[in-house]
């Protein structure tokens, strides 16, 4: 799955830090997001979080001295947790391509109960929740500007 944005360290970290981000399941009976299938998904669905990406993973190469997929697990864990304490937007780029390629895995829906198929033309039926849950965002201030 070679990818011409990504040298093979960070191809390595990336999936590293997949695999740690989702961890595979014996309880679910679900693959990590280091599975190969998975992670051929994300390597090619960087598009354009690609610069943040790239940005992200120097950072995580920073903090691990080298490459974060050749530390042990507690050294990993250590970097993955002020990676993660770090935050910011290549961060969120990075989680969010994660995400979004594990959840569309055939093997993750059937965990969840869901038919691994396209939301439409048949849609989902989402069941009402708690509509009280919103009461802190209606109550805030208004975020914005009235326009005439």
């Given at each position: 799955m070679p990818n011409p944005d990504l040298a093979a360290e960070q191809i390595r970290d990336l999936r590293a830090l997949a695999g740690f981000i989702i961890p595979p399941s014996a309880a679910h009976d679900v693959p990590g997001a280091d599975d190969d299938k998975i992670f051929g998904d994300i390597v090619r669905s960087l598009e354009r979080d690609r610069d943040d990406i790239c940005r992200a993973l120097a950072h995580l190469a920073t903090l691990a001295g080298g490459a974060f997929a050749d530390l042990g697990p507690q050294r990993r864990a250590e970097v993955a947790t002020a990676f993660r304490e770090a935050g910011g937007a290549p961060l969120t780029a990075l989680v969010r391509v994660v995400l979004l390629c594990y959840y569309r895995d055939d093997r993750v829906?059937?965990?969840?109960?869901?038919?691994?198929?396209?939301?439409?033309?048949?849609?989902?039926?989402?069941?009402?929740?708690?509509?009280?849950l919103l009461d802190p965002v209606r109550a805030r201030s208004r975020m914005y500007r009235l326009v005439d």
């Open positions: 829906m059937r965990s969840l109960g869901q038919e691994p198929r396209p939301p439409f033309p048949k849609g989902h039926v989402v069941e009402q929740g708690d509509w009280s």
